[in-house]
C-alpha cells in the first residue's frame, strides 16, 4: 500500500525536522556551555592557558580531562603531623635566609616545594608534568607556581633581580600553604 503523501504534509514533515534538529542543536550547544563552565570554574588561569596552548576548548577541555584522570591514578596522600612539622620548619629555615642569599633562598624553595609534592605522592617529573598535575587540585595557585620557578631557574647574563626573586618567594609561599594545608575530602568539598 503505497503512502501518499500531500505537499503540504512533506513541508510539515520538513518543518519538524528542521525544529527537532534545532531543538537538539540548541540542547547540545548548552550542554557544551555548561561545561566548559565548569571547567573554567574548575581550573581557572590553567583553562585559559589550556586553551590558548591547544587552540579549541573542546581541545582544551580533553587534555584537562586527562590530566584529573592521571591525577586520579597517583597516589596522593595527606602529610602527617610530623612530616607537615619538618616542612614548616625547612621553609622558615629557608624563608630567613632570604635577607643575605635570596638567590639561594629562592633555589632552596624551589626544591622544597618539589620535596613536599613527592612526599604527597605527585611522580618527580620535568616541571611542566608536575605543575599539569598539581593543577588539578590547586589550579588557583598555578599561576604563583610557574612564575615562581620560572624567576627561580633563570641564570646567565639576565639573572632575576633582587624585586623578582622577592616575587618569587612571595609566590612559593601561596603554593607552600596550599600543599601544607589537610585538604578536605572530596565529599566535603562537592557540598561546599
Same mark, same amino acid.
Given at each position: 500500500?503505497?503512502?501518499?503523501?500531500?505537499?503540504?504534509?512533506?513541508?510539515?514533515?520538513?518543518?519538524?525536522?528542521?525544529?527537532?534538529?534545532?531543538?537538539?542543536?540548541?540542547?547540545?550547544?548548552?550542554? #557544551?556551555?555548561? $561545561?566548559?563552565? +565548569?571547567? &573554567?570554574? =574548575?581550573?581557572?588561569?590553567?583553562?585559559? %592557558?589550556?586553551?590558548?596552548?591547544?587552540?579549541?576548548?573542546?581541545?582544551?577541555?580533553?587534555?584537562?580531562?586527562? #590530566?584529573?584522570? $592521571?591525577?586520579? +591514578?597517583? &597516589?596522593? =596522600?595527606?602529610?602527617?603531623?610530623?612530616? %607537615?612539622?619538618?616542612?614548616?620548619?625547612?621553609?622558615?629555615?629557608?624563608?630567613?635566609?632570604?635577607?643575605?642569599?635570596?638567590?639561594?633562598?629562592?633555589?632552596?624553595?624551589?626544591?622544597?616545594?618539589?620535596?613536599?609534592?613527592?612526599?604527597?605522592?605527585?611522580?618527580?617529573?620535568?616541571?611542566?608534568?608536575?605543575?599539569?598535575?598539581?593543577?588539578?587540585?590547586?589550579?588557583?595557585?598555578?599561576?604563583?607556581?610557574?612564575?615562581?620557578?620560572?624567576?627561580?631557574?633563570?641564570?646567565?647574563?639576565?639573572?632575576?633581580?633582587?624585586?623578582?626573586?622577592?616575587?618569587?618567594?612571595?609566590?612559593?609561599?601561596?603554593?607552600?600553604?596550599?600543599?601544607?594545608?589537610?585538604?578536605?575530602?572530596?565529599?566535603?568539598?562537592?557540598?561546599?
Amino acid at each position: 500500500m503505497p503512502f501518499n503523501i500531500t505537499s503540504s504534509e512533506a513541508t510539515y514533515a520538513a518543518f519538524g525536522i528542521v525544529i527537532v534538529l534545532v531543538i537538539a542543536f540548541g540542547v547540545y550547544r548548552a550542554i #557544551r556551555k555548561s $561545561r566548559s563552565k +565548569a571547567f &573554567k570554574n =574548575r581550573f581557572g588561569t590553567e583553562y585559559d %592557558r589550556a586553551v590558548l596552548e591547544h587552540g579549541s576548548t573542546q581541545k582544551a577541555e580533553s587534555k584537562l580531562s586527562a #590530566r584529573e584522570n $592521571r591525577v586520579e +591514578a597517583l &597516589k596522593l =596522600r595527606e602529610l602527617g603531623t610530623t612530616e %607537615r612539622e619538618r616542612f614548616l620548619g625547612e621553609w622558615q629555615n629557608v624563608q630567613s635566609r632570604f635577607v643575605d642569599h635570596p638567590k639561594a633562598a629562592v633555589t632552596e624553595a624551589d626544591d622544597l616545594i618539589n620535596s613536599l609534592l613527592e612526599a604527597r605522592g605527585y611522580p618527580k617529573t620535568d616541571f611542566e608534568q608536575r605543575a599539569a598535575d598539581v593543577s588539578v587540585t590547586y589550579p588557583r595557585v598555578m599561576e604563583n607556581y610557574r612564575i615562581a620557578n620560572a624567576i627561580a631557574v633563570r641564570n646567565g647574563p639576565r639573572e632575576a633581580t633582587t624585586e623578582e626573586l622577592r616575587t618569587a618567594m612571595i609566590q612559593y609561599r601561596a603554593i607552600f600553604d596550599d600543599l601544607i594545608q589537610v585538604q578536605k575530602t572530596a565529599a566535603a568539598k562537592s557540598a561546599a
